[in-house]
């Protein structure tokens, strides 16, 4: 019937934007265990980007801050 397929077109845009949406989701949840992993190992790499995000963060609100 050519009602299904209207409902099916009116739905693959909301559905699209779910699946993407998670996928950016899933992306940020593994990249993240393994960013921890990493610190958890003592990774030198990774500790140093922590240390190098606090220090842009104090010169950004002394920046901000006056």
Known sequence: PWWIWVIYMFS???TGK?????????KKTVNGSR???QLRRKNEDATRL???REEI???TEQLIGG
């Open 12 to 14: 693959l845009f909301p």
């Open 18 to 26: 779910l699946a993407l949406k998670w996928s950016f989701r899933w």
């Open 50 to 52: 922590v240390q190098l």
């Open 57 to 59: 963060l104090v010169l």
């Open 35 to 37: 960013f921890r992993r």
